[in-house]
């Protein structure tokens, strides 16, 4: 992740057959990340980053003082924050674009007359609350709203059963970082039935509506397999693509390959500041070419290993003041190869 006084490369879309690197280059990053003062949390929807994997990525001691492991599902850990938080709104405003957020990510794409309306019923329905919202009864109100608010009834009760059955802890996001310190792990899996997107997609929409209420710091969001997100105009991924720079949040993503025409989150996610191509899966020769080679062998893609990649960016040149688009061909450096391993062993006593 490249950086400049304030300013940063604020998306990343790392890709690559499986085995290829990815996520052992993603570990890396986001350790860096948050040594260097950041709130990370991480989506893991494959399981690549379960404790047992990290382990072999990064140094034990790493693993054990910087990460917390959230595992969602029946008997396991519930949905670690209130998603009906009206906490830290101050504005009925503030209270709509919380719930609204969370709402549209929990709907998929809905259209403008639809969304008006939404947003109007919500107008009304949150204007005499203040802490909380239970999403329960708000689909139950919604259902009496007319053809509208059946529709959007009907979208998202599935999820909200899957959230009834394994439950939720009462608190904030804020509540759950002042726990302690330490990258997030929040493992979906396939835990939360047919509803594991929605489910994803309503934290990442509540998450960034905490950071755009903070915005005391830089948020790195991490998606470790971008499969059937939700891009559409609207949902909280395609507004953090658009609009995180403005408020200091990054979004990191991940997927196989680079060309897939069944994935439209793809035709978002190449609109990454900083790309990045390890060993290709499908259409590696495609890939090259994009890239500025003749095939896969000119690129050297055949004798990559973890952690070799080609770096596709927009960087800042500091004597022109401008921004210049750059194929930077090496390695991602391992954390402990930099200072700042040295200065983790210092802060937490790891000698």
């Known amino acids: 992740m490249l950086r400049y006084a304030d300013e940063e490369n604020n998306v990343y879309f790392g890709t690559g057959r499986i085995g290829s690197g990815k996520s052992w280059a993603i570990a890396q990053i986001i350790v860096m990340l948050f040594m260097l003062g950041q709130i990370v949390v991480v989506f893991d929807v494959s399981g690549s980053y379960t404790k047992e994997k990290l382990l072999k990525m990064l140094p034990a001691e790493v693993v054990e003082k910087l990460f917390k492991f959230i595992n969602i599902g029946v008997g396991k850990d519930p949905v670690p924050v209130d ?38 019923f919500l107008s009304d329905y949150l204007k005499d609350k203040d802490f909380s919202i ?68 309503m934290l990442v929409g509540s998450l960034f509506n905490w950071q755009m209420n903070h915005d005391s710091g830089f948020l790195s969001i991490v998606i470790d397999e971008l499969v059937d997100q939700d891009f559409s105009t609207g949902s909280p991924l395609q507004t953090i693509v658009k609009q995180g720079r403005k408020f200091h949040t990054a979004l990191i993503g991940a997927t196989q390959d680079y060309y897939n025409q069944g994935s439209s989150s793809l035709d978002t996610m190449k609109q990454a500041n900083i790309k990045s191509f390890c060993r290709p899966g499908k259409s590696e020769d495609h890939v090259a070419q994009k890239l500025g080679y003749r095939d896969a062998i000119d690129a050297g893609f055949n004798k990559f290993k973890a952690g070799d990649t080609i770096l596709e960016l927009d960087a800042y040149n500091k004597e022109t003041g401008e921004n210049e688009a750059l194929t930077l061909n090496g390695r991602v450096v391992n954390f402990v190869e930099t200072p700042l391993y040295e200065k983790f062993k210092e802060l937490y006593g790891c000698y």
């Open 83 to 120: 998603l009906g938080s009206l906490r830290g709104c101050e504005s009925l405003p503030d209270k709509k674009r919380a719930i609204y957020s969370v709402l549209r990510a929990a709907t998929g794409a809905i259209d403008k007359s639809t969304s008006r309306k939404l947003k109007g």
């Open 134 to 201: 239970d999403l329960n009864d708000l689909c139950s109100e919604l259902e009496q709203a007319g053809a509208f608010g059946a529709e959007i009834a009907d979208r998202i009760e599935s999820v909200l059963a899957d959230i009834r059955e394994v439950g939720y802890d009462e608190q904030t996001w804020e509540d759950l970082f002042l726990q302690g310190r330490k990258i997030i792990i929040i493992g979906l899996g396939n835990e939360v039935g047919d509803s594991t997107h929605q489910l994803l997609d």
